[in-house]
Nanobody
């Protein structure tokens, strides 16, 4: 069964850091484009980071230099490292995957349930 399971969210103060995890089950994620998205209350879901199958990473301008994707192939787990958190980073964060090409934000069709990040000022 294909599953993406996020964890690692929480409540932190501005300036803090978090590491979100996305455990992948049921498929070989090396063959997929993987991404992180977020959705704040009352706002549309936005892509924040993606990793293409060739390893290229792309970040949204709003999070560049603060967010980093990494992965542990042995654990089939994708991570999102978030530094210097801001109140505007408050959102539900989702891990996603797609086997479609090209790897674009709109192509993602496999989704996790999300993990909540709340940043207080």
């Amino acid at each position: 069964q294909v599953q993406l399971v996020e964890s690692g969210g929480g409540s932190v103060q501005a300036g803090g850091s978090l590491r979100l995890s996305c455990a992948v089950y049921g498929f070989t994620y090396d063959n997929y484009c993987m991404g992180w998205f977020r959705q704040a209350p009352g706002k549309e879901r936005e892509g924040v980071a993606l990793r293409d199958i060739d390893g290229e990473t792309i970040y949204a301008d709003s999070v560049k230099d603060r967010f980093t994707i990494s992965e542990d192939n042995a654990k089939s787990t994708l991570y999102l490292h978030i530094h210097t958190l801001k109140p505007e980073d408050t959102a539900m964060y989702y891990c996603a995957a797609t086997g479609r090409r090209p790897c674009q934000w709109y192509q993602f069709n496999l989704w996790g349930q999300g993990t909540q990040v709340t940043v207080s000022s």
